[in-house]
């Protein structure tokens, strides 16, 4: 009974699973870019991009990582966080797909920790030679 109350609150309340963001890209959202760097590399500088948001602990399986972005102790008064899943994919020898998909716990929360866009900017940084 509990568990079905609480299924429906969620439901109703508009709050965001780990499963929204995979079920998000498998539909083909989420923001892509391709960067000038092995897999390898870009794997690990993605991983690290995490980190330094805030990420929890960092769940990874083949190809992509899927992680909960708390962000830190200002950002933590006015949101309720965000799941974030990362795809790395090898383009080729020397280019790297990453595609990122956030979704914010709470639909109505206006502000979130982190944004496709915001991850990228910073693996941009994180890339730059």
């Known amino acids: 009974m509990k568990r079905t109350v609480l299924a429906a609150f969620l439901a109703l309340s508009g709050c ?15 923001t892509s870019r391709v960067y000038e760097a092995e897999y390898d590399a870009t794997w690990k500088k993605a991983r690290a ?28 008064l006015v949101t309720s966080g965000a799941w974030v899943g990362v795809w790395v994919e090898e383009e080729d020898d020397h280019h790297t797909r990453v595609t990122v998909v956030t979704k914010r716990r709470v639909s109505t929360q206006i502000l979130t920790t982190l944004t496709e866009d915001g991850f990228l900017a910073d693996l941009d940084s994180e890339m730059a030679p």
């Open 49 to 76: 991009v995490l980190q330094s948001e805030g990420a929890g602990p960092v769940e990874t399986h083949d190809g992509y990582m899927l992680a909960s972005v708390d962000g830190n102790n200002l950002t933590n």
């Open 16 to 30: 965001a699973t780990m499963h929204d963001v995979l079920t998000a890209h498998a539909r083909g959202e989420g």
